[in-house]
């Protein structure tokens, strides 16, 4: 059944959020990267393993790259294309993001 998380839209530049999500054992996560926001899936294509250690942090050194701690893999922020990295060519799964009256909408299934 569709669901919808709810999140206030503050996130500042390069700014990563975590959110659960029914039935799925990493939840997924936010990141505001050039003005846009977007939504995946908190799950490596390589292993099936949650990208970050610590809470809210998924982006490389740079803040350019969304990136796998377990095995540096880098992603594209604006697609979830994997340019490097054991998962090289696959993608992270994206969510559908809404912006809607100072709220992100983030629909799930």
Known sequence: MPAT????????????RQFNLPDKTFGGFVVRHRG?????????????IALNWLPDQFMDADHCFIQCVNHHALFTVDDGHCITGP????????LTVERQEGMLLIHVG
């Open 5 to 16: 998380i709810t999140l206030t839209d503050d996130l500042a530049e390069n700014e990563c």
């Open 36 to 48: 846009q926001v977007y939504a995946y899936h908190n799950v490596c294509p390589h292993l099936g």
């Open 87 to 94: 998962c090289a060519g696959d993608n992270l799964t994206p």
